[in-house]
């Protein structure tokens, strides 16, 4: 995306509108693909080669891998909060 400097003289409602616009336009270009996860996800459960609850696993999984995610401080985190909501429903 690029702005110039004509971007300036527009108003906030139309910035809005054009940012809705273009929101829009992304979210149904998505939408395809969307629906091909939603047949892959289906296509596993209904084989049975993976229960809902591996795929939801593995795609966690999957997005901490590619995110680097460090594993000893996100346990460090997940033990404080396991504890911190431990407490909150004693």
């Known amino acids: 995306m690029s702005f110039n400097q004509d971007d300036k003289l527009l108003t906030t409602e139309e910035h809005i509108s054009n940012y809705v616009r273009e929101f829009a336009a992304i979210e149904d270009a998505m939408e395809p693909f969307k629906e091909q996860r939603r047949d892959l996800r289906e ?3 209904d084989n049975g080669w993976l229960s809902k609850e591996e795929m939801r696993l593995a795609v966690k999984a999957y997005r901490l ?5 460090d594993m000893e401080q996100l ?13 909150i429903n004693v």
């Open 43 to 45: 296509s596993y459960d």
């Open 65 to 69: 891998v590619k995110s680097d995610t």
């Open 75 to 87: 346990t460090e985190y997940f033990n404080k909060l396991k504890r911190t909501v431990r407490s």
